[in-house]
């Protein structure tokens, strides 16, 4: 079955970086672009970036621009979110998805179970 486990979320003070991991199995990795988005409640979810299946395209939401970077290894079948300079108003459980790009996969979806990040001094 299709699997996306992110990790990396932890508790970190303002100004602080992290480095969160997506790790997929169960597709063909090569052919989804890959997005993390963030959920933090009473709020919409908010797409934070993407990446296209080659890495040749990435997009920011503007809250994040410029402190974060998103970037994937094919070979290993992981995207990651690299994350500076960050905020209080960047906690949320962050999520990330699969979107299918490439002939069959074309379409498919898919979402990790999250992991939780909390900017707080």
């Known amino acids: 079955q299709v699997q996306l486990v992110e990790s990396g979320g932890a508790l970190v003070q303002p100004g602080g970086s992290l480095r969160l991991s997506c790790a997929a199995s169960g597709l063909p990795f090569s052919a989804y672009d890959m997005k993390w988005y963030r959920q933090a409640p009473g709020k919409e979810r908010e797409l934070v970036a993407t990446?296209?299946?080659?890495?040749?395209?990435?997009t920011y939401a503007d809250s994040v621009k410029g402190r974060f970077t998103i970037y994937r290894d094919n070979a290993k079948n992981t995207v990651y979110l690299q994350m500076n300079n960050l905020k209080p108003d960047d906690t949320a459980m962050y999520l990330c998805?699969?979107?299918?790009?490439?002939?069959?996969?074309?379409?498919?979806?898919?979402w990790g179970q999250g992991t939780q990040v909390t900017v707080s001094s």
């Open positions: 990446i296209t299946i080659s890495g040749g395209t990435t």
């Open positions: 998805n699969a979107r299918g790009a490439f002939r069959v996969n074309a379409g498919k979806d898919y």
